[in-house]
């Protein structure tokens, strides 16, 4: 039993991460850049409920309504004002932009909230539980989380699939050139696109600030986090990016079945093999997939 708990508390753990993966997936599959700045803002989204929270004594969930628009004009507004620049000098631009945004909100992160850790407070809904048989139990906010994964990222596929605006972005995607001869603004297009990347940070940064402690620093490892579950999923992919995230998430709740010490090391090696075997991912598709 305490295997097929392991197992099970992976699933619910993928979930989330691919959560936290989704929007990572959606600007490489839209855009074909690598946000190294995605977890940081994921970071800075987490600091920002716990603002609300401190200050106006709002619940986590509630300060989502707003975290998230906010973070999604953040998003738009950092589009068109530094990224599109960035896309005009080559695949190595983007990611030095990134990279510097990453440090610059890091140390601003440290300036304002110090190096001290901090959780967001769920009350009794973060030691809820779901007895399923006796051995086993499905915690209620790690489900949640899960649920919230997979429904993002329906939201997201439907989105591209069914509304014009998403049909544009696939258009922009796979002929920027052609898409804007037949006058589809790339530029308001990939605006749009980061603006609904960092709405999903902000949710994947609230959830992890419920789930554990955080701190300004915590950035690189929710990247490497989110990197790992793209790419064992497949580049673009947003379903594939839901596979990545659970295969991580069961590795590491495996291994730290084994030992506490071998949970993320496990994680790590899977994506190394998967990257190894399969380079593609194990669900290589467009991001409409």
């Known amino acids: 039993m305490s295997w097929v708990n392991a197992v099970v508390q992976g699933i619910l753990l993928g979930g989330l991460y691919a959560l936290v993966a989704a929007g990572l997936s959606l600007v490489f599959g839209v ?39 906010v973070m999604a004009a953040v998003g738009y507004g950092l589009q068109r004002g530094l990224l599109n620049r960035a896309l005009g000098g080559g695949e190595l631009a983007p990611l030095l932009v990134t990279f510097g945004l990453a440090v610059v909100l890091q140390n601003a992160l440290l300036e304002a909230f110090s190096a001290d850790s901090r959780r967001l407070d769920l009350g009794s809904l973060g030691t809820a539980s779901i007895p399923v048989t006796d051995g086993l139990a499905v915690g209620v906010f790690p489900l949640l989380a899960a ?26 995607s796979d002929d920027r050139d052609a898409a804007a001869l037949m006058g589809i603004d790339g530029r308001h297009l990939y605006g749009v696109a980061t603006a ?3 709405a999903t940070v902000a949710i994947a940064g609230v959830f992890l600030g419920a789930r554990s402690t955080f701190d300004p ?49 496990a994680g790590h090696v ?9 380079p593609r991912g194990l669900l290589p598709s467009a991001v409409t997939a």
Do not use: C, K
């Open 31 to 69: 855009m074909r850049i690598v946000n190294l700045a995605h977890g940081v803002l994921a970071v800075l989204a987490a600091f920002g409920a716990y603002v609300l929270g401190d200050t106006l004594g709002l619940h986590p969930f509630l300060a989502l309504l707003v975290v998230v628009p």
């Open 147 to 172: 649920v919230t994964g997979v429904v993002v990222i329906a939201a997201i596929g439907q989105f591209l699939a069914r509304t014009a605006t998403g049909r544009a972005m696939r258009a922009t």
């Open 196 to 198: 609904i990347a960092l």
């Open 217 to 265: 620093a915590a950035g690189g490892t929710t990247l490497i986090f989110a990197f790992e579950a793209v790419v064992i999923g497949g580049l673009g992919s947003l379903w594939g990016t839901l596979l990545g995230g659970v295969v991580l998430g069961v590795a590491q709740a495996v291994g730290a079945a084994v030992d506490p010490a071998y949970g993320v090391l």
């Open 270 to 278: 899977v994506f190394l093999v998967v990257l190894a075997t399969r």
